[in-house]
C-alpha cells in the first residue's frame, strides 16, 4: 500500500475487510485491525561495506526524501569533549574538495530541495527533500561528504563553527527564558559518568578545546558504513536507484567497528535533588522531573498516555486544578521524554503573580497522589490514546517523516517496519498499567525540582486576591452601594508586590 491517504483511512477506519452487513466488532477486535493496516512498506538491503539500505517507495507525489542516520551522539563523546557529536553535525556542512562550502545548500536549492540535520543523545542525522528528478544529486552529495568530510577539516573550518555552536547555546539555552533549566536538568537527573550527565550542546571549556585531530578522530571512528544506515523514500524506482546508492555510497571503505556504545541503568535517587534558577523572566515557573523508561521499554508509552491525561486540554487534570480552577498557574505541560537508554519525565508548570512555588508544590502533589492512588477513568485513558492514534496517522502524511520513522526504528529495534508494534504498545495500556507506573516514577521523593525566578527578585510569595465588593442593599427604591474598607486600613491588591 502506498498511498498516504490509503494508510491513514486504513488505520483511522479499520472495518475495511468486513463485510457490510457484518456486526460492529469489540473495541479489542477493532484495535486488533488498526495495528495490523498501520503499515510504511520498505525493502532493506546491506552493502558490502555495512551500510544498511532502506527503500520505500510512494508515488502520490513528485518528492523523494533521503534520511541519512549515524549511530553516534552525545552520549559516544569523550570526557572533555562534550558537544562533539553535534559540532560535528555543523562541520558536515563546510564543505568537501568538489561540493565546495556553501555549495551543498546552493546546488540542492537550486534544484528546489532543501535539507538540515540533528543530533541528539542517541543518533546523528542528515535529511534532504527535493522533486524527484534531483534525487541522483542528494545521494552523490550525501556519499560525497560522508565519504570525505572528515579528513578535509581545517583549523579554519573548525573555528568557523565552533563559534557558531557556541553562539547557538547562547541563543537557544542561556538567553532564552527558563533555558537554562535545559543545561542543568541532565546534571541533575543523571549522575556522574552516566552518558546522558550533560546536555547535547556540549559546554564552552570542551568546544574550545577541540582540535583538528580531535575531529578527524571522531569521523575515522564513528562515521564508518557499518555505523550508518540510509533512507530514501518518495517516488522513484527501486530498480533504477539501487545501482546509484551501490555506485556513490558503496565506494566507501569500512572502517573500523565503533565499538559498544555507553549504557547505564535507570538511575535512582534517595532525596530529591533541588536548585534555584535566576533568569531574565517575568513570571517564575517550576520544573519537577523524574527518571523513567527508555523509549520502547516496558513503561514508556504509559507514561506518554500519563502525560496527557495529566495536561492535554483543558479538562486534563492538572490545569483544571491549577490553571481553571485554583487559578494558580498559567500553564502546565508534562512529557515523557524518551531516549534510547533512560528517558524522564518532566512537569513544568508556570505561576501566576503572587502565587509561591510552596503553594504550587503542594496542590502539585496533591493531584499525583489522586493518580497514585486511583486508576484513570476509561474515558481519560480512551481520549488519551486517541490522541496519540492521531499522531501516528498525521506523521504518515510526510514522506520525509516516513523516512526518519523507518531510520529510528531501525536505529533502535533492527526493524524499520516497527510502527505498528509501537502502535500497540498504547492500545495495550490499560488503566492498571498506569496506576504502576505513576506509583514508581512519580514518587514524592527522589525527584528533580527546580525553581527559576525572575532575576534579583525574591521568592514569589503568596499574595491573598483582592476580596470582592459585594453589594449592600439601601433604602427601597434606593441605589446600592459597595462595602468600603475600614479608615486607615489598605486594601491587598491583586498585582502586590512580591
Known amino acids: 500500500m502506498h498511498s498516504r491517504l490509503a494508510l491513514a483511512v486504513s488505520l483511522v477506519v479499520g472495518l475495511s475487510s468486513m463485510p457490510a452487513d457484518a456486526a460492529e466488532p469489540a473495541a479489542p477486535a477493532r484495535q486488533e485491525n488498526r495495528a495490523a493496516v498501520l503499515d510504511i512498506p520498505f525493502t532493506k538491503f546491506q552493502l558490502s561495506n555495512g551500510l544498511t539500505v532502506i527503500f520505500h517507495e510512494d508515488h502520490t507525489q513528485p518528492l523523494v526524501a533521503t534520511n541519512l542516520s549515524v549511530n553516534v551522539g552525545s552520549r559516544d563523546e569523550p570526557a572533555k569533549r562534550t558537544g562533539f557529536a553535534h559540532l560535528f553535525e555543523h562541520l558536515m556542512f563546510m564543505g568537501t574538495d568538489r561540493v565546495p562550502e556553501k555549495m551543498f545548500d546552493a546546488w540542492m536549492e537550486q534544484e528546489g530541495g532543501s535539507n538540515n540535520a540533528w543530533t541528539s543523545n542517541d543518533r546523528t542525522v542528515y535529511h534532504d527533500v527535493a522533486p524527484s528528478h534531483a534525487l541522483p544529486l542528494l545521494l552523490w552529495m550525501e556519499a560525497d561528504r560522508v565519504s570525505t568530510l572528515g579528513r578535509q577539516i581545517t583549523l579554519a573550518k573548525l573555528d568557523a563553527q565552533r563559534d557558531v555552536v557556541k553562539n547557538e547555546r547562547r541563543q537557544t539555552s542561556e538567553n532564552e527564558p527558563y533555558g537554562k533549566a535545559e543545561l542543568v536538568l541532565p546534571e541533575l537527573l543523571f549522575p556522574e559518568g552516566h552518558p546522558y550527565h550533560h546536555p547535547v550542546i556540549g559546554s564552552h571549556e570542551d568546544l574550545t578545546a577541540a582540535s583538528v585531530d580531535d575531529v578527524r578522530g571522531f569521523f575515522a571512528r564513528h562515521y564508518v558504513p557499518q555505523n550508518m544506515s540510509l533512507v530514501v523514500a518518495g517516488d522513484f524506482d527501486a530498480a533504477a536507484v539501487k545501482p546509484l546508492v551501490e555506485r556513490f555510497f558503496g565506494s566507501i571503505p569500512r572502517g573500523p567497528e565503533p565499538g559498544a556504545r555507553p549504557t547505564a541503568p535507570q538511575p535512582k535517587h534517595d532525596a530529591d535533588r533541588r536548585q534555584t534558577i535566576d533568569d531574565n523572566v517575568s513570571l517564575p515557573k517550576?520544573?519537577?522531573?523524574?527518571?523513567?523508561?527508555?523509549?520502547?521499554?516496558?513503561?514508556?508509552?504509559?507514561?506518554?498516555?500519563?502525560?496527557?491525561?495529566?495536561?492535554?486540554?483543558?479538562?486534563?487534570?492538572?490545569?483544571?486544578?491549577?490553571?481553571?480552577?485554583?487559578?494558580?498557574?498559567?500553564?502546565?505541560?508534562?512529557?515523557?521524554?524518551?531516549?534510547?537508554?533512560?528517558?524522564?519525565?518532566?512537569?513544568?508548570?508556570?505561576?501566576?503573580?503572587?502565587?509561591?512555588?510552596?503553594?504550587?508544590?503542594?496542590?502539585?502533589?496533591?493531584?499525583?497522589?489522586?493518580?497514585?492512588?486511583?486508576?484513570?477513568?476509561?474515558?481519560?485513558?480512551?481520549?488519551?490514546?486517541?490522541?496519540?492514534?492521531?499522531?501516528?496517522?498525521?506523521?504518515?502524511?510526510?514522506?520525509?517523516?516516513?523516512?526518519?520513522?523507518?531510520?529510528?526504528?531501525?536505529?533502535?529495534?533492527?526493524?524499520p517496519g516497527f510502527i505498528a508494534k509501537d502502535l500497540r504498545r498504547y492500545q495495550d495500556a490499560t488503566p492498571d498499567a498506569l496506576l504502576g507506573l505513576a506509583k514508581t516514577t512519580l514518587t514524592s521523593t527522589g525527584r528533580v525540582l527546580i525553581r527559576i525566578k525572575p532575576a534579583g527578585a525574591p521568592d514569589p510569595v503568596d499574595v491573598p486576591p483582592e476580596p470582592k465588593s459585594e453589594p449592600q442593599r439601601g433604602p427601597k427604591g434606593g441605589a446600592t452601594k459597595s462595602v468600603q474598607a475600614p479608615a486607615g486600613r489598605a486594601t491587598t491588591s491583586g498585582g502586590a508586590k512580591r
Open 286 to 415: 517550576l520544573i519537577v522531573a523524574w527518571p523513567s523508561p527508555a523509549h520502547l521499554a516496558p513503561g514508556d508509552a504509559e507514561l506518554d498516555l500519563l502525560s496527557q491525561v495529566l495536561s492535554a486540554g483543558k479538562g486534563s487534570r492538572l490545569y483544571k486544578t491549577l490553571v481553571y480552577e485554583k487559578k494558580l498557574a498559567q500553564s502546565v505541560e508534562a512529557a515523557q521524554m524518551s531516549m534510547a537508554v533512560g528517558s524522564y519525565f518532566t512537569i513544568e508548570v508556570l505561576l501566576r503573580p503572587g502565587v509561591s512555588f510552596e503553594t504550587i508544590e503542594r496542590t502539585l502533589e496533591g493531584e499525583l497522589d489522586q493518580i497514585r492512588a486511583t486508576p484513570v477513568s476509561t474515558e481519560e485513558l480512551t481520549r488519551a490514546r486517541n490522541a496519540f492514534e492521531s499522531h501516528f496517522v498525521e506523521r504518515l502524511q510526510s514522506v520525509a517523516t516516513r523516512a526518519s520513522l523507518l531510520n529510528g526504528y531501525f536505529a533502535e529495534t533492527g526493524d
